[in-house]
């Protein structure tokens, strides 16, 4: 009897040990597990998560912060769902983006967050059907070197291609004959420049010599104006002069007219003859006085301005 109560209470023992090492086990996934981690989920489409596998390293700024736990495609075959966690120090902004990135030698890959200047608030919002936080997919460096150096290559072999059609037989024979071309006008064009050299310098003698023309009518204009000043000078008074005699014989003819009032009767035709005589004397006295006006006119004739219709 004593040898059966021992095993029992060992039996139980062992149980309660058991039972207590399960409980423990349980409340360590469960309680520590959600309170020092937390968990996002990151959709990759454009980026290739090649080498990425469950358990790779999630980084922020070098330092490793997480892990992945978990990724599987989606309904949409080129979008990839990855779940992972991240120390719950992690400081995962809304503006925090997740890039691929790949170790050289051996082509493992892992998960880096990058947070751009200046965070925004922390990632916390659960949005649809998800169960944890989205954090966006962002763009890697080498992908977007790769991309660049893909179009680079691309633009050389279009490049090419338009280089070997352009140096087919035809289009070659069509480009030496327009060199060909090309070269007979250069030619020409130089033979056309010694013979506009040979103008503008034909044209610069005529105006020099248009220019010494320019300065001999100059110099002959002053000579003859100082030539004809003795003469205007003389015109001048020889009009003062005239002018004086007319107005002299206008009283004279007032004095005449005024005798011969009182013997017009007597010899009416005679003196009616001589009135008209003077009358027409003093008419003319009076155009060569109007001509005097202008002495330059009297002795070089009418500029074209005073001459009449016809003249």
Sequence with gaps: MEAEAKYTY?????????AAL???IVWLKHSGSRSDYNYYTIYFERQPLDG????ADVSMRGIKVGRVEDYALTKNINRVRVLIRTDRRTPVSSNTVAVVNRRFVTGIAKIDLETPDPPGPP???VTGDESYPIIAEGTSNLDEIASRLNRIGETAAETLERLNDVLKPENRAALEKSLANLRDLTGGL???MAELDRTLKSIQGAATGLDRAGNSVADFADATRQDLRPALQQADRTMKDLSAVAVTLEKQVAQLSQ???????TSGDQVSAAVAELRSTGAALNR????L??????LLGPSPAQRGPGE
């Design 259 to 265: 005798s011969v009032g009182s013997t017009v009767n």
């Design 22 to 24: 399960v409980s423990g």
């Design 288 to 291: 060569l006085i109007d001509r």
């Design 10 to 18: 060992v039996g139980i023992a062992v149980i309660a040990l058991l």
């Design 123 to 125: 990632l916390t919002e």
């Design 52 to 55: 990425l596998q469950i358990g």
């Design 293 to 298: 006006q202008d002495p330059r006119a009297a």
């Design 190 to 192: 130089n033979q056309r």
